[in-house]
């Protein structure tokens, strides 16, 4: 296909090499409604004459022939403000090397059709006002040029000059004020647009930060022994005291002391049956209790593109006043991404699993989320991918939303286990399954990522660390490879069953939204909600009963 008519609005050249590629781009922008001009090679004349708003060519950034085209739109008065697009075979190196030498964008091959006309479209966006702006001033030089030939013809009449003039001056000063304040408004506007997603970027950014929270887990968990295995030294110290003061007292006083005996003894032995209904539950049921991460992207309403950072990698710290803001619609950097944490298990053999509506959707009854997306209108959230990891399983499992509870915060995903020999859990709504005072234990990943690191050695860690990039998908991948995912188990008791939730008081923290918490039975009688800072208070759960639900096809 080849037009070198002159072109109206909207004009795309497609210079490629490969015909049946260059058909291919051109028939797909044509119905897109863009007028093409596509050939195997091109020429600065060409490009002249033809005028595009925007270029798509092929080249190869480490062979330097082929970016001549490049280098000679970028290099022209007349064609610097066209906007070009590079189609690169190539890894993130050429990519690189394509900006660098002054391509706007740079896909790679092959080629998206949809990702295509989302970055062309993007690109017309972007040059459009700008486009606007030069019209403005160009007009407005040739008002002054106009008016110093008014000047210079009329002698006569100096006040009605002298007006002139200062209409003239006026209407300069007027445009750029006008542009200053487009400038300084878009602007702004990139800086809300960064600073509301910089909060909302939760992949760990470097080596070092990855250390850190894995040092500072490990001390914490260090710190803090198990209230219910401080409980029961306690009482046995308190027994042994007992039986050593009985031989040795009063007979007035032996009653007393062997009733406090029996008291201690009973409650030493309620918390021995506990700790092994907890290590039946973990041993188990555990393996079939996954650690779910959800990634989400901003895409925008109108093209239909995802929010991006100008550069490869996203940017370790805000940009200092003044600077170029790293982020746009379409760019070609790395995707601007909120990675989530949840807990899930597994209710039937075909692979469905419960969950938090909230931890699928985290945008879900989130203030803050909701505040952040307020600044920055427009852009919708979208979930990129959603992954459980299961414990010794050396895979993520990729997931698919099945159903939304319309009644609870809960929601059922599916995914392929086959051949992975995961058993499901049985979930009980009886009444008499979950009754005030009654022990209970909880399983999930509370506090995410950082409860797992914490069980890596030093060397490990440091190993893990450098693997991974600062890329939290990479660090998923790399902790089920080495079976370190597992979740932690918490004990509690019940302290009151209402009709529309459970509450019990063992321990959790975020992260641990979606958890299973079992009976002694060791059965699933509630889903824990609640997302807490700290391990800490009174916990809320929802009964079962909600998520049976979810399984009636």
């Not at 306690?234 to 406090?260: N, T, Y």
């Not at 945008?363 to 959603?386: C, F, H, N, R, Y």
Request: glycine share 8%.
């Amino acid at each position: 296909m080849s037009n070198r008519m002159k072109f109206g609005p909207d004009k795309v050249a497609v210079i490629e090499g490969d015909a049946l590629r260059r058909q291919h781009l051109a028939s797909i922008l044509a119905d897109a409604g863009f007028q093409v001009f596509a050939e195997p090679a091109a020429t600065t004349k060409n490009i002249v004459e033809s005028m595009p708003d925007v270029i798509v060519m092929s080249g190869n950034p480490a062979q330097f022939d082929c970016c001549d085209l490049l280098a000679d739109v970028k290099g022209s008065e007349q064609t610097r403000n066209i906007r070009v697009i590079m189609m690169s075979a190539g890894a993130s190196a050429e990519r690189v090397r394509g900006l660098e030498l002054g391509a706007d964008d740079v896909l790679s091959l092959p080629i998206d059709d949809r990702e295509l006309l989302a970055r062309v479209r993007s690109q017309m966006r972007e040059k459009r006002p700008e486009d606007e702006l030069r019209e403005t001033v160009r007009g407005d030089r040739q008002s002054r040029h106009q008016g110093r030939r008014v000047l210079d013809a009329l002698s006569q009449g100096r006040h009605i000059l002298r007006f002139g003039i200062v209409s003239l001056a006026a209407l300069a000063l007027l445009t750029t004020g006008i542009i200053t304040l487009l400038s300084w408004r878009s602007q702004k506007q990139n800086v809300r647009i960064y600073g509301a997603l910089t909060k909302l970027q939760t992949s760990f950014a470097s080596e070092r930060e990855i250390i850190e929270q894995a040092r500072k887990a490990r001390k914490e968990s260090e710190q803090s022994a198990p209230s219910s295995e401080a409980q029961r030294q306690i009482l046995k110290r308190q027994s042994e005291e007992l039986r050593d003061q009985i031989p040795r007292s009063d007979a007035s006083q032996v009653g007393e002391l062997e009733k406090q005996l029996r008291a201690s003894n009973e409650r030493l032995q309620k918390l021995e049956t506990e700790k092994t209904v907890a290590e039946d539950v973990i041993r188990s049921y555990s393996s079939s209790v996954c650690l779910l991460h959800i990634a989400v992207v901003f895409r925008d309403k109108v093209s239909g593109s995802n929010l991006r950072y100008t550069t490869l990698t996203p940017p370790k710290s805000a940009p200092a006043d003044g600077d170029d803001i790293p982020v746009r619609i379409g760019g070609a950097g790395a995707e601007v991404r909120m990675d989530v944490l949840g807990t899930g298990f597994l209710v039937s053999s075909d692979g469905r699993i419960i969950t938090n509506h909230h931890v699928i959707e985290p945008w879900w009854k989130d203030e803050s989320i909701t505040e952040l997306l307020e600044q920055v209108p427009g852009l919708d959230p979208i979930v990129a991918a959603m992954t459980a990891y299961f414990p010794g399983i050396t895979r993520g499992i990729p997931l698919k939303l099945q159903k939304i509870s319309s009644d609870a915060d809960l929601a059922l995903v599916i995914g392929n286990i086959s051949g992975l020999n995961l058993k499901a859990l049985v979930m009980d709504d009886d009444p008499h399954a979950a009754i005030s005072g009654e022990p209970v234990v909880l399983l999930g990943y509370p506090t995410g990522i950082n409860a797992i690191l914490a069980r890596s050695s030093e060397d490990a860690l440091h190993s893990m660390a450098a693997k991974v990039n600062g890329d939290s998908t990479n660090l998923m991948t790399e902790l089920a490879r080495q079976k370190l995912i597992r979740p932690v188990s918490t004990q509690g008791h019940i302290g009151d069953v209402l009709a529309d939730k459970i509450i019990y008081d063992a321990q959790t923290a975020s992260g641990g939204s979606g958890g299973p918490l079992f009976n002694s039975a060791g059965k699933v009688i509630a889903i824990n909600v609640a997302t807490l800072r700290d391990f800490a208070g009174s916990n809320f759960a929802i009964p079962v009963r909600f998520a049976k639900r979810l399984l009636v096809h």
